[in-house]
Nanobody, 128 residues
Framework: QVQLVESGGGLVQPGDSVTLSCAAS????????VGWFRQLPGKGREAIAC????????YYADSEEGQFTISRGNAKNTVHLQMNSLKPEDTAVYFC?????????????????????WGQGTQVIVSS
């Protein structure tokens, strides 16, 4: 079974940049659709970005494009989320997810439905 572990969260200052990482056990994530989601305090989980298997295509939620960048790591079992110009409203628990099938197309890729593996999340607190 694939296990995902996020890292890189913590307390950061407004305006900072942070890169979150997601590492998978046992499998290369190159063959999985991967996504980043977040859950803001008191709210439901929302999509940030995703990448279908292989290739370099990436999809972003409208509100996140430009501030966040998803990428596959040089280590084949890792995925990263670079976050720039962080604001207090970016405070959330950030999750990575993977799907062994192909979630092609922007809307399907960004939908949390169908992701069959989830990490436990890493909290990012943006505060001065």
């Amino acid at each position: 079974q694939v296990q995902l572990v996020e890292s890189g969260g913590g307390l950061v200052q407004p305006g900072d940049s942070v890169t979150l990482s997601c590492a998978a056990s046992r499998f290369s994530l190159n063959y999985y659709t991967v996504g980043w989601f977040r859950q803001l305090p008191g709210k439901g989980r929302e999509a940030i970005a995703c990448m279908p298997p292989a290739g370099s295509i990436a999809y972003y939620a409208d509100s996140e494009e430009g501030q966040f960048t998803i990428s596959r790591g040089n280590a084949k079992n890792t995925v990263h989320l670079q976050m720039n110009s962080l604001k207090p409203e970016d405070t959330a628990v950030y999750f990575c997810a993977a799907d062994s099938g192909g979630k092609y197309g922007r809307d399907w890729c960004l939908s949390e439905i169908g992701y069959n593996y989830w990490g436990q999340g890493t909290q990012v607190i943006v505060s001065s």
